[in-house]
T-cell receptor, first 115, second 114 residues
Framework: GAVVSQHPSRVICKSGTSVKIECRSL??????MFWYRQFPKKSLMLMATSNEGSKATYEQGVEKDKFLINHASLTLSTLTVTSAHPEDSSFYICSARAGLGWGYTFGSGTRLTVV | AQKVTQAQTEISVVEKEDVTLDCVYETRDTTYYLFWYKQPPSGELVFLIRRNSFDEQNEISGRYSWNFQKSTSSFNFTITASQVVDSAVYFC???????????FGTGTRLTVIP
């Protein structure tokens, strides 16, 4: 079945530094990748949608300069949290699909803690 | 506008009991897809089922079953003979036909007590 690998699973960083999270589709080509944020005991909030080779489309209220998304290949998308602050601490999870009509495969998530 | 409502925030059952998780959706589209995902404590989302709006047949997969009723805009999920390993947060989600994103409900946290 389709597998999406997300790394790291946990990261602790100092306030003001940047953190990169990788999302890879291992056995399929992901034309679209999605990045979600999940607060404790809350639902998944879509942050942005990225199509390979194009700029990401950000949801309203999500700062594109703070959450940099790159989808340079059909198997890799990255989310960089720039100048991280404690309020950015959250669970980030990616999803990928091969195209319209295909299913969504989720990564295992990254727990980011900014101290 | 589209919306997915999971009114049950938390449910606790004793092992071997049956439990039904409710999902009510709203959309004006006639073509759409409904999903259920399981999120265990480890965090990943595990796909359980995808159902299109034209297929109202109920589905059974082992201890899991789903009841799709367009008349009430519901897509409920039942676990029979629950087990401790079923403890997780369960999300219902909606995808509109031709769209490229999912609308998630707020999730139901199921705790199965041994």
């Amino acid at each position: 079945g389709a597998v999406v690998s997300q790394h790291p699973s946990r990261v602790i960083c100092k306030s003001g530094t940047s953190v990169k999270i990788e999302c890879r589709s291992l056995d399929f080509q992901a034309t679209t990748m999605f990045w979600y944020r999940q607060f404790p005991k809350k639902s998944l909030m879509l942050m942005a949608t990225s199509n390979e080779g194009s700029k990401a489309t950000y949801e309203q209220g999500v700062e594109k300069d703070k959450f940099l998304i790159n989808h340079a290949s059909l198997t890799l998308s990255t989310l960089t949290v720039t100048s991280a602050h404690p309020e950015d601490s959250s669970f980030y999870i990616c999803s990928a699909r091969a195209g319209l009509g295909w299913g969504y495969t989720f990564g295992s998530g990254t727990r980011l803690t900014v101290v | 506008a589209q919306k997915v409502t999971q009114a049950q925030t938390e449910i606790s059952v004793v092992e071997k009991e049956d439990v039904t998780l409710d999902c009510v959706y709203e959309t004006r589209d006639t073509t759409y897809y409904l999903f259920w995902y399981k999120q265990p404590p480890s965090g990943e989302l595990v796909f359980l089922i995808r159902r299109n709006s034209f297929d109202e047949q109920n589905e059974i997969s082992g201890r899991y079953s789903w009841n799709f009723q367009k008349s009430t805009s519901s897509f409920n999920f039942t676990i029979t003979a629950s087990q401790v390993v079923d403890s997780a947060v369960y999300f219902c989600a909606l995808e509109l036909g031709g769209a490229n994103n999912l609308f998630f409900g707020t999730g139901t946290r199921l705790t199965v007590i041994p």
